[in-house]
């Protein structure tokens, strides 16, 4: 089992940068990848980026690569997102998840979620 919190969420102006962070709770950590998901209203919830259980690899949604950077600790049970350059698209809910798979990018790989946290950019 294997719980998470979102923080980092705010309202910014676009082409600030926001770095959201994930605190995971369990012993399994390491045994994951994990991964960022975004919901705008009225839309469903996409793929941000994913990252391995050892960080040796990660993946980006076209929509935020070269601007979004994703990173984690397994000493802390921490994954970070850094998000730079940020633009009044990337305006939703931002989801942790974690996955026994390596790298995953589809919702339904994803065996535990966060309960989100709000982003918002102006323009």
């Known amino acids: 089992q294997v719980q998470l919190v979102e923080s980092g969420g705010g309202l910014v102006q676009a082409g600030d940068s926001l770095r959201l962070s994930c605190a995971a709770s369990?012993?399994?950590?390491?045994?994951?990848?994990m991964g960022w998901f975004r919901q705008a209203p009225g839309k469903e919830r996409e793929f941000v980026a994913a990252?391995?259980?050892?960080?040796?690899?990660?993946v980006y949604a076209d929509s935020v690569k070269g601007r979004f950077t994703i990173s984690r600790d397994n000493a802390k049970n921490t994954v970070d997102l850094q998000m730079n350059s940020l633009k009044p698209e990337d305006t939703a809910v931002y989801y942790c998840?974690?996955?026994?798979?390596?790298?995953?990018?589809?919702?339904?790989?994803?065996?535990?979620w966060g309960q989100g946290t709000q982003v918002t950019v102006s323009s």
């Open positions: 998840a974690a996955s026994l798979g390596l790298v995953a990018i589809g919702t339904v790989e994803y065996d535990y």
């Open positions: 369990g012993r399994t950590f390491n045994s994951y990848g």
């Open positions: 990252i391995s259980w050892s960080a040796g690899s990660a």
